[in-house]
């Protein structure tokens, strides 16, 4: 299956809620890189037949690597993960946080 989306980074809002992520889309072999709210991405890796995954960098070669399967968690306040493990590290809150970059 073919990958989308990959995320990033993060972006945090006063309270240290994640409310927005970095994003390469990938469509007709070219990427895109943009900042997108929560829910508008949570939407568009719901109505995808395609992957999407965490994009970390990989300071060792100086590239960007494909992480996990990203995936939707339903309930009062849907939001993203890789794992349904119940580890706080999972809930993509691991990389890069470019809210401290602004």
Do not use: C
Request: hydrophobic share 30%; glycine share 8%; charged share 25%.
């Amino acid at each position: 299956m073919s990958i989308k989306y990959r995320v990033s980074g993060i972006y945090r809002n006063q309270i240290g809620t994640i409310t927005d992520y970095q994003v390469h889309k990938i469509e007709n072999g070219r990427e895109t890189i943009q900042k997108v709210n929560k829910g508008t991405l949570i939407f568009n890796i719901g109505m995808s037949t395609e992957v999407a995954k965490t994009y970390q960098w990989d300071y060792a070669n100086g590239d960007w690597i494909d992480g996990e399967e990203i995936e939707i968690i339903k309930g009062d306040n849907d939001y993203l993960r890789t794992n349904p493990n119940n580890k706080k590290t999972d809930n993509l809150g691991n990389l890069i946080d470019y809210s401290k970059a602004i």
